[in-house]
């Protein structure tokens, strides 16, 4: 007997609702007798759909971000399908939304990738960050109690352990961690989500970077971030920021 799940994906359970119409007459008693909870696990599926979806982008977007994918690296609808068992629709919503956010281009023949970044984009999304990441970071400094501090050098100690095993994707990985922790103390929604898209773009090329020019040693100036935060000077908490954050980028433009 043929069991529809929560979530089957819908061109799926129209492929088997065919098998079973024509199969016969014994199949069309069994459809018969299932198509009450075949009709509610397809609704159970229509109402999981958005979801799952969702779950698709963030696990994508979360590739991109990391550099797992690199530049100029190619998504095909039937590839995502293919991997997430999905049908074409989620698939393309998935990639349509990434494009959107400048996580993926569109070429002239309708297909996506990773962007390839030029030196003036590079040198733009620098400054972006230097302008946007001293800020937020400054925003943050009030609530940044030794918790917060103590949880940052915890992670600074995770990204010593990614130079020394010479792991660019964890590097990467806790990096982020490390800046986000302190940003999200900000409570500064909006510019977090303009960082985040700054991260979303770069993702691909700061991996790039870091295995074309190699990570010998833990950021420097996380060192004097912390130190700042402790301390309480904005001043120089705004300046190693800036210094951390755009070194990296323009590094490439060189």
Known sequence: ILHFQAGTDSNLIEKKLKILILGGSQAAKIFAEKLPEIFKNCKEAKINEPSFQDRIYR???????????????SLTLRGVAE????????????????????????????????????????????????LLEPEIAARALPRAHLTLIDRLQLINSRISQAVIQ????????????????????????????????????????????????????TPVHHLSILAALKSGNESELRLMVRTDVTKGLRMLTR
């Open 59 to 73: 696990e994508l977007r979360q590739k991109i971000m990391l550099g797992d994918l690199t530049p100029g690296q």
């Open 83 to 130: 991997s997430y068992e999905v049908s074409m629709t989620p698939a393309r919503e998935v990639l349509r939304r990434l494009a959107a956010e400048g996580a993926l281009i569109v070429t002239n023949t309708g297909r996506f990738m990773t962007p390839i970044l030029s030196n003036d984009r590079l040198e733009e999304l620098a400054a972006l960050r230097g």
């Open 166 to 217: 010479k792991e660019p994707i964890s590097y990467v990985q806790a990096n982020l961690e490390f800046h986000r922790s302190l940003y999200l103390r900000a409570q500064a929604p909006a510019i977090l989500a303009l960082v985040e898209n700054i991260w979303l773009q770069i993702g691909p090329t700061m991996r790039n970077l870091y295995e074309k020019v190699g990570v010998n040693e």
